[in-house]
């Protein structure tokens, strides 16, 4: 190949770089909407978790209790007309936890859902009782019952579909779990958005 074919090839090739997606372009901000995409977005899944982590902590009825509310979180039931998501609406929970632990550290007290911790013991602790098959250990995993949640942290998205919008309603709700408090939501909080389908 000679110098001005392996020229030409160089400069193609450069060129062709010039419409290079950039970081920008491919990592476009979260708190920003896309035109590409519809219905809800990483934008209001954080301005829903951020509206509901200030609201819970702002609350005046749970600041002025004198002990941390030790609570669990639950789940988001999906009320939406297109069930069949691309994601889990229940990331909306788990960055209003994450949320919450940063910004609500000696007034709230996070603890792992029942479920899901007995599973993490189970694969994780050791000498629980059973033989090397699993068997005859009874109970295996679960251990001392530790902290026990005051309150259930879950959800509910419903939708309205209309025409050519959608409107979400994204409600929040602390439900008692025990004592006096028991099946009592102590706080509810939602978030509203009409977006393009």
């Known amino acids: ?8 090839l160089s400069a193609a090739m450069l060129l062709g770089g010039v419409g290079c997606k ?5 990592r476009p901000p979260v ?7 519809t219905g809800l977005q990483s934008k209001d899944l954080i ?6 982590a200030a609201s819970i902590l702002g609350d005046p ?25 691309r994601f889990n609406l229940d990331i909306f929970l788990a960055r209003l936890k ?5 910004k609500g550290r000696g007034r ?11 599973a993490l013991q189970s694969r994780e602790l050791e000498g629980t009782g059973g033989d090397e098959m699993g068997q005859g250990g009874g109970n295996k995993g679960a251990g001392p019952a530790g902290l026990q949640p005051d309150y259930a942290l879950n959800g509910k998205i419903s939708e309205l579909n ?15 779990l025990k004592g006096t408090d028991a099946r009592q939501i102590v706080w509810s909080d939602a978030y509203e958005v009409k977006t393009d389908k």
């Open 1 to 8: 190949m000679n110098g001005s074919i392996k020229w030409a």
């Open 22 to 26: 950039t970081y920008e372009t491919e």
């Open 31 to 37: 708190d920003s909407l896309d035109n590409r995409d």
């Open 47 to 52: 301005n829903a978790t951020d509206k509901m």
């Open 61 to 85: 009825d749970i600041n002025a209790r004198q002990t941390r509310m030790i609570i669990v979180v639950d789940h988001i039931t999906d009320g939406t007309v297109n069930t069949g998501h």
């Open 98 to 102: 994450v949320t919450l632990q940063q």
């Open 108 to 118: 709230i007290t996070l603890v792992a859902n029942r479920d899901e911790l007995h």
């Open 162 to 176: 209309g025409g050519g919008t959608s409107y979400f309603f994204c409600e929040f709700n602390l439900t008692g």
